[in-house]
Nanobody, 124 residues
Framework: VQLQASGGGSVQAGGSLRLSCAAS????????IGWFRQAPGKDRDFVAA????????YYGGALSGRVTISRDGATDEVYLQMDNLKPEDTAVYYC??????????????????WGQGTQVTVSS
């Protein structure tokens, strides 16, 4: 399984970014694709996740109300649309894949594979 995160960059406060996670190397039926973020010196926090098969969505406290996760079935990409970005949203954003099973969706430990991360920098 390989995950390729992209779409990060530098934006001013109030701006938007759409991150993309390209998944390959697996069938992914029943899997969960999640996004986490990690600011320097802080823990990796859950942002959002989506069920590959049922498209159920899960959101965490980070970017609450300002983020939407979705999937493009034609390209096997999962998107994270982030709006009204704030300087405190500055972090490396990672996508991750969770195989089927009884594992926490909102915890780092629940995921089996990780992408390389993409930097998001929000200036005031």
């Amino acid at each position: 399984v390989q995950l390729q995160a992209s779409g990060g960059g530098s934006v001013q406060a109030g701006g938007s970014l759409r991150l993309s996670c390209a998944a390959s190397g697996g069938a992914f039926e029943g899997w969960i694709i999640g996004w986490f973020r990690q600011a320097p010196g802080k823990d990796r926090d859950f942002v959002a996740a989506l069920g590959w098969s049922d498209s159920l969505t899960y959101y965490g406290g980070a970017l609450s109300g300002r983020v939407t996760i979705s999937r493009d079935g034609a390209t096997d990409e999962v998107y994270l649309q982030m709006d009204n970005l704030k300087p405190e949203d500055t972090a490396v954003y990672y996508c991750a894949a969770r195989s089927p099973g009884i594992k926490a969706i909102r915890r780092v430990s629940g995921y089996d594979y990780w992408g390389q991360g993409t930097q998001v920098t929000v200036s005031s």
